[in-house]
């Protein structure tokens, strides 16, 4: 699939920041109108060996709503960006973007294990990403990064807004009852409410969706396969 080429990498943490709120403006919070339905979605997450500059990302596509794999790419190099909260995309982005240029598909909608616009700059990693793919990016988070809300109820389908200085940022979304909730943004070409639509309707029976939750366990196979083969084999043995 075509990747566009909007910025190098190889940046310090300072000229980070200044593209990061260039950038920001770009962004289209909005549902594409050129999308009428969502056939398939596409999940991604990277993994890392502790004390390695290695970075492991796997993309996974699903048709949607059936939430079948049709297609896996995975992608491995080094990193040479710093670990900075806030500036995350720089030491993962590479490598994210290095796994979908492998598919044969493009897909409809993207879900990412990261931040959209819930992030001090109002640019995460979906968001970043959406601008390079320019495809419907939504960041879907197991932890807040900024904002304040309300509790949120006990059930499946349950949310809070996320809030920032007076501003609607994210959804804190209930995906499974009695399970704790995850952060739902936007990340670029698509609305909160159409984004939090996608999550809940991908999540079946766990808490993450199954787009983002595939390529979570995917990514980490890769990780053990790769550091240790034959652990990796007897992993795959017990599941």
Not at 62 to 81: A, D, G, K, L, V
């Amino acid at each position: 699939m075509n990747v566009k080429n909007l910025h190098h990498w190889n940046i310090s943490s300072e000229e980070a920041i200044y593209l990061q709120r260039k950038l920001r403006e770009k962004l289209v919070l909005a549902d594409d109108n050129n999308t009428e339905s969502f056939s398939i979605v596409a999940g991604a997450d990277i993994s890392y060996s502790k004390g390695s500059s290695v970075t492991f990302a796997a993309v996974v596509l699903m048709r949607y709503p059936e939430m079948e794999t049709i297609e896996e790419s995975f992608n491995i190099q080094e990193t040479c960006f710093p670990y900075i909260p806030g500036l995350l995309t720089f030491r993962e982005g590479p490598a994210l973007l290095g796994a979908f240029k492998g598919l044969k598909h493009s897909p409809d909608a993207i879900i990412f294990d990261g931040q959209g616009i819930a992030h001090p700059r109002g640019i995460g990693l979906a968001s970043h990403m959406g601008l390079f793919l320019n495809i419907p990016a939504i960041g879907c988070a197991k932890t807040r990064l900024i904002g304040t809300h309300d509790s949120v109820g006990p059930q499946r389908g349950d949310l809070s807004c996320l809030r920032h200085n007076s501003q609607i940022i994210g959804a804190v979304l209930r995906t499974k009852s009695g399970v704790k909730p995850v952060f739902v943004s936007q990340g670029h070409r698509i609305s909160l409410e159409r984004s939090v639509n996608l999550v809940l309707s991908c999540c079946r029976g766990y808490r993450l969706p199954e787009p983002v939750r595939t390529a979570h366990l995917a990514v980490n196979q890769l990780r053990l396969k790769t550091n240790n083969p034959s652990t990796a084999s007897q992993n795959k043995l017990r599941r």
